[in-house]
């Protein structure tokens, strides 16, 4: 006599027990790499199947991927927690989830108080064929015209409300954290703009000194 072979089903949830955690489609979870010596991957749970039994369960995921593996890159202005939603579907075994995690959108992940090691955001959705991204341009910020890093320190002019990175306004990180207001150098009145530049001035010739 043959044993029949085990019908799949759709599951709505299943319990990891190695982990300890219930996952439903739509969380997030961080699976193990290829090699130990690389970040754990980022994917979302699509679908999860399992046999009549309860066992051989399988998650159908889709990838995010972090900026190096990207075609392009890691770029300057791509935060440490930042992933993108790529095209790639894949199916794994539910034994190599590693633990669940949050892929928070961009605007939700700066309001986070603190932000944790299962923490990222994502902003960009991502073709792992012809290495395009969606939305393909997105608002910048400073005279050095970058997208937004969360990473990175960044101050308000009062003036005209636009954001500006410390270094590119000739200011350490500590001298703006000092700050009680800030204005740009579009927003300072000519005495200012005087008093501004001898500062530099004399920043440099120390510097040099």
């Known amino acids: 006599m043959t044993k029949g072979k085990a019908i799949r089903r759709t599951l709505d949830s299943h319990t990891i027990k190695h982990i300890n955690k219930t996952i439903h489609p739509g969380d997030c979870v961080l699976m193990k790499p290829s090699e130990s010596s690389k970040p754990s991957y980022v994917a979302r749970v699509e679908k999860i199947e399992g046999d009549n039994r309860g066992g051989n369960v399988r998650l159908h995921v889709r990838w995010y ?13 791509h935060g ?77 002019c009062e003036g005209c409300s636009d954001w500006y990175h410390p270094t590119c306004m000739d200011m350490t990180a500590e001298e703006a954290k000092r700050l009680d207001e800030f204005n740009c150098h579009n927003c300072l009145t000519e005495d200012q703009k005087k008093l501004h530049d001898s500062h530099v001035s004399t920043r440099s010739a120390d510097m040099k000194a």
Do not use: W
């Not at 075994?93 to 299962?118: P, Q």
């Not at 923490?119 to 991502?126: G, I, K, S, V």
């Open 65 to 77: 991927y972090r900026p190096e593996e990207s075609i392009g890159g890691r770029r300057q202005f």
């Open 80 to 156: 440490s927690k930042e992933v993108f939603l790529s095209d790639h579907y894949d199916t794994q075994s539910v034994d190599t989830v590693e633990g669940k995690c949050i892929v928070h959108n961009f605007k939700s992940y700066t309001k986070l108080d603190a932000v944790g090691n299962d923490d990222f955001f994502c902003r960009f959705e991502y073709n792992s064929i012809t290495g395009a991204f969606n939305p393909d341009r997105v608002a910048v910020y400073c005279k050095c015209e970058m997208p937004y890093n969360p990473d990175d320190l960044m101050v308000q």
